[in-house]
């Protein structure tokens, strides 16, 4: 059974940082490109960076430079370090993972992001 688990998420204020966590099981974790989701009220699910098995990664523009992704294979975890938050950063956060070679897509449950002005 696949499960991706994501936690980290809070009340922040504007400027201040969080680290999203993402747990997987039940893969070949370094077999997946793993990604970082997030949807707003009102608005589309966006991607917000994705890191990929070689550890390449790339970023939403509006994140450039605030937000980094980093995985740790060993431990079957992607993280999102977020700083600099900003009131449009407020969302819930979904982790995601592919396996391109088959086409396999998997969600987490989501992780809420509250960054108050």
């Known amino acids: 059974q696949v499960q991706l688990v994501e936690s980290g998420g809070g009340l922040v204020q504007s400027g201040g940082s969080l680290r999203l966590s993402c747990a997987a099981s039940g893969i070949i974790f370094s077999m997946y490109v793993m990604g970082w989701y997030r949807q707003a009220p009102g608005k589309q699910r966006e991607l917000v960076a994705l890191i990929r098995e070689s550890g390449s990664t790339n970023y939403v523009d509006s994140v450039k430079g605030r937000f980094t992704i980093s995985r740790d294979n060993a431990k079957n975890t992607v993280y999102l370090q977020m700083n600099s938050l900003k009131s449009e950063d407020t969302a819930a956060y979904y982790c995601?993972?592919?396996?391109?070679?088959?086409?396999?897509?998997?969600w987490g449950q989501g992780t809420q992001v509250t960054v108050s002005s």
């Open positions: 995601n993972a592919v396996r391109v070679a088959t086409s396999v897509v998997y």
